[in-house]
């Protein structure tokens, strides 16, 4: 392992007395001793979240609504750390494309440009830099003022690609090489619409190729830069020696003090950083900045003169304005009530008030613009909130599109991940369609016997437990069909009382033999998200051309109005211990209505 190998955390009693004495020096603001810091901010999945959001958190019990992110404050403080931090490192953990109307509209370019504002040093491949195939991966690098990595991903049949994705990069940071390489999750293939020729590879064995190479040119100090989630990080950080951080994203993880956290109605899902310990005996730190860039990540790593990890500090940033509403009436400024609101939000110890970098929203305002038209346009009305969950919210109401769009299929069936965000009580636009449903897939009717159809949700609920876990409640949408989940049952087993709604309204237990008529967007109809069956069917298949999106635009447009639907389509039997929605930290808050940001200008 060359220099690398004293990196083991065997430690003397007198090197851990004096270990943490330094951590103690240091947490009072003073190093006494020589080392080398280097600060890390970083970025993930921030899937085409530009602008300021209005979002709602609870303080003091109240739901109160923010002016959260946007890359205006993101560039106020990026600015500010790097004025700060002459050995900087500004990282983005992938998933900069796809979630608004930003990417629905200018297809990737715009989001580049402002990462481009930004300064990023480096960003390795999330699964939706994948969203448009591989034929745009080429217009997105030229865009790209910075190098965009992944380790394993073998682009070696893409010619276009292959030359100019490197596997890891070398920066010197005075006078200090860091190397840094990147994974992307092996589920791509699965979880978007088109790889290509591309081939993804094992992840721990390509991190543990790529320590070695880097140590073999002198490099100990290494970051993984990756999308892979929170718990594939730290399992990665357990089975591999030499990781000295691990900048993450893909499961849009909030990571903090959970206490504080939970002061403004956020959970967190571990501490920040997570420190892991390898099968060396030494310490990897696992970082990640939730989402939507309403995160701004920041530690500040300090090393020894052999590269060991001694000490660090961190001072994630949530990013906010400083108006505030409650019950859509705005909070008067420097009221007794604002001030009340803000020092709630400091002791978050992770919110602050960040000004909007005025270069950067004039640069923002002519594509808002053009957004702002697309968003006035009203479609139907909801006469309450609808917020994802297992039988409610826009999920249930897009797959009753489906069979609305495609009259002869007897049942709907649409991927959780679908689905991208909540509705509130209000005017819905056919900008907020679009965002609930922005991928831009098309309708298939496909044949399957009742024994594929079970196969399928079978193939669909293993994916998700393998995501979110075995004991959430994530599931997919269905429409004209029900049935039951035994989450902690084994697969093959968890689905039950599976039934087809017939044309009086009732219910019939399907047969396995018999066909049933199911409709599903393209990306489940070619095998994404696990349901494999659905791509291997043999029965009839019809591309309907519909887009998804449009089949539930026009569905709400129909009804006028909309309420969360009452039909028990999927039962749980057996608590789960785990809720993706709405205590998950990715869907613990729903964005307010559109209009609501209109109130803070």
């Given amino acids: 392992m060359g220099n690398r190998g004293i990196k083991s955390f065997g430690m ?235 900048v993450g994203g893909h499961s849009h993880t909030l990571l903090g003090d959970r206490n504080r956290l939970n002061s403004i109605g956020l959970v967190a899902e571990g501490s920040y950083p997570t420190v892991v310990t390898t099968p060396d005996g030494g310490r990897t730190m696992v970082l990640q900045a939730w989402q939507w860039g309403h995160v701004l990540g920041n530690v500040r790593v300090v090393f020894d003169s052999v590269g060991r990890v001694r000490n660090h500090t961190s001072a994630a940033v949530m990013p906010l304005g400083d108006r505030f509403m409650k019950d859509g009436v705005p909070i008067s400024a420097n009221s007794p009530e604002q001030q009340k609101i803000v020092e709630a939000l400091r002791s978050s110890g992770i919110a602050r008030i960040v000004g909007e970098d005025e270069s950067t929203l004039a640069a923002l305002a002519p594509f808002s613009a053009q957004l702002a038209a697309f968003r006035s346009q009203p479609v139907a009305r909801a006469l309450e909130d609808l917020t994802r969950s297992m039988n409610r919210g826009p999920g249930p109401l897009a797959a009753d599109s489906m069979l609305a769009a495609v009259p002869e299929a007897q049942a709907a069936l649409l991927n959780y991940g679908a689905v991208r965000r909540d509705l509130l009580a209000g005017i819905i636009s056919a900008g907020d369609v679009l965002e609930v449903m922005p991928f831009g897939n098309t309708l298939v009717l496909v044949e399957l016997t009742g024994a594929e159809l079970k196969d399928a949700l079978e193939e669909g609920i293993e994916f998700l437990q393998t995501k979110h876990g075995r004991n959430a409640t994530a599931l997919p949408h269905v429409a004209g069909m029900s049935f039951t989940v035994a989450p902690s049952a084994e697969r093959g087993d968890r689905v039950g009382a599976l039934s087809i709604r017939g044309s009086d309204g009732s219910y019939r237990p399907i047969e396995p033999s018999a066909s049933y008529r199911t409709v599903v967007n393209s990306f489940l109809a070619g095998g994404g998200d696990g349901f494999s069956t659905l791509r291997n069917a043999g029965g009839h298949r019809n591309e309907t051309g519909i887009l998804d999106s449009d089949a539930f635009r026009d569905h709400l447009k129909k009804l006028g109005t909309v309420r969360n639907p009452d039909e028990q389509r999927i039962r749980v039997i057996g608590a789960p211990t785990t809720s993706i929605n709405p205590r998950r930290p990715a869907d613990n808050y729903v964005l307010p209505r559109l209009t609501a940001a209109a109130a803070f200008r």
Wanted: net charge negative; charged share 15%.
């Fill in 12 to 246: 003397t009693t007198w090197y851990m007395f004096l270990a943490g004495m330094l951590m103690l020096l240091h947490a009072c603001g003073t190093i006494t001793s020589t080392g080398y810091t280097l600060a890390i901010a970083h970025l993930n999945d921030t899937h085409s979240h530009l602008e300021t959001a209005p979002v709602t958190l609870t303080i003091d019990g109240m739901a109160t609504t923010v002016q959260l992110g946007g890359f205006p404050r993101l560039r106020t403080l990026v600015d500010e750390m790097r004025a700060d931090n002459p050995n900087f490192l500004l990282l983005h953990a992938g998933d900069a494309l796809q979630g608004t109307l930003y990417f629905t509209l200018f297809a990737g370019a715009v989001e580049f440009d402002f990462l481009n504002r930004l300064g990023i040093d480096a960003m390795v491949f999330g699964n939706h830099e994948f969203d448009r195939g591989t034929g745009a991966i080429p217009g997105f690098l030229d865009r790209a003022t910075f190098p965009l990595i992944s380790a394993n991903i073998d682009f070696s049949a893409e010619h276009t690609i292959v030359e100019r994705v490197p596997r890891h990069i070398i920066r010197e940071i005075n006078g200090e090489r860091v190397g840094i390489f990147g994974l992307t999750t092996e589920t791509t293939p699965q979880s978007t619409l088109d790889v290509g020729k591309a081939r993804f590879l094992d992840t721990v064995a390509t991190a543990r190729h790529q320590v070695a190479e880097l140590e073999k040119q002198g490099v100990n100090k290494i970051i993984a830069l990756t999308h892979l989630g929170y718990n594939a990080d730290m399992l990665l950080a357990a089975a591999v020696n030499g990781i000295d951080v691990i």
